[in-house]
């Protein structure tokens, strides 16, 4: 009984060279996604000052000053009129 047992390993079939584009492309696309999650999660330092202070709220005074506009000679009332049926 012992010599009618087959311990030898099963025939697997070599991967197609798709099929070993696809496993790493699923890999690669893996750690990607990964490394973006990681990217929103984990703060960044801002070593750069003059990013924080454009950041910073603008003081009222040049917020309220009112801009000097020509006056737009293109825009005109338009009439309103009846559709004729």
């Known amino acids: 009984m012992a010599a009618e047992l087959d311990f030898s390993p099963p025939e697997i079939p070599e991967p197609t060279f798709m099929e070993n584009v696809l496993r790493y ?3 690669f696309g893996a750690i990607f996604q990964l490394i973006c ?24 005074e040049t917020a309220k000053k009112p801009k000097a506009t020509a006056p737009q000679i293109s825009k005109k ?5 009846k559709k004729k049926r």
């Not at 009332?77 to 009129?81: A, G, L």
């Open 77 to 81: 009332p338009k009439k309103e009129t």
């Open 25 to 27: 492309g699923l890999f």
């Open 37 to 60: 999650v990681l990217a929103i999660i984990l703060p960044v330092s801002k070593s750069h000052k003059t990013d924080s202070d454009s950041f910073e709220p603008k003081n009222s």
